[in-house]
T-cell receptor
């Protein structure tokens, strides 16, 4: 079946850029998503990218997609302590509304 | 963006009792809602797809008699954990799809933490 992999932890200093990486196996993925989960809360959609795009920028967030390598990344510029959370990568395959999630990357921001 | 609300956000119950969790789409109609379970330090596991006016579709390994799902209206789906046991303790999250959505976008509830004593 489909598989989405992420590294589990990332630690950065406040003000630096954070880069969270994700790889997926489903070549029919149509959309790829990044969600943020703060402690004890549900998921908040941060951004998404169509599979026919290779980059999307939204304020401090930049998503890069390498479809050939099935690699997705999320860059957070000027990382703040409020960015500390778990970030989930998810992919949606063609013809389905279901998402397959990675295990999440816990981002810790050091003041 | 659209809002999905879950209630209760936290519930503690005794082993053997049943617990109902509600998922509401507050400002849109959702023909399809999804229920997920999240274990500590784990990803979300899709439990079932809830379709308004019809039976839910359960993922493999999820007991439909234990996790009862009802989607009686376009804005409400409920998950009832029947005869709960400590191993059912988990964080349950619902999501709802708004219309046909440009990106098939799902909006997530805040989650409900169930603790079974």
């Amino acid at each position: 079946g489909e598989d989405v992999e992420q590294s589990l932890f990332l630690s950065v200093r406040e003000g630096d850029s954070s880069v969270i990486n994700c790889t997926y196996t489903d070549s029919s993925s149509t959309y790829l998503y990044w969600y943020k989960q703060e402690p004890g809360a549900g998921l908040q959609l941060l951004t998404y990218i169509f599979s026919n795009m290779d980059m999307k920028q939204d304020q401090r967030l930049t998503v890069l997609l390498n479809k050939k390598d099935k690699h997705l990344s999320l860059r957070i510029a000027d990382t703040q302590t409020g960015d500390s959370a778990i970030y989930f990568c998810a992919e949606k395959e063609a013809g389905s509304y279901q998402l397959t999630f990675g295990k999440g990357t816990k981002l810790s921001v050091i003041p | 963006g659209a809002v999905v609300s879950q209630h209760p956000s936290r519930v503690i119950c005794k082993s053997g009792t049943s617990v109902k969790i509600e998922c509401r789409s507050l400002d849109f109609q959702a023909t399809t809602m999804f229920w997920y379970r999240q274990f500590p330090k784990q990803s979300l596991m899709l439990m079932a797809t809830s379709n308004e006016g019809s039976k839910a579709t359960y993922e493999q390994g999820v007991e439909k008699d234990k996790f009862l799902i009802n989607h009686a209206s376009l804005t409400l789906s409920t998950l009832t954990v029947t005869s709960a046991h400590p191993e059912d303790s988990s964080f349950y999250i619902c999501s709802a799809r708004e219309g046909v959505g440009l990106a098939g976008e799902l909006f997530f509830g805040e989650g409900s933490r169930l603790t079974v004593l």
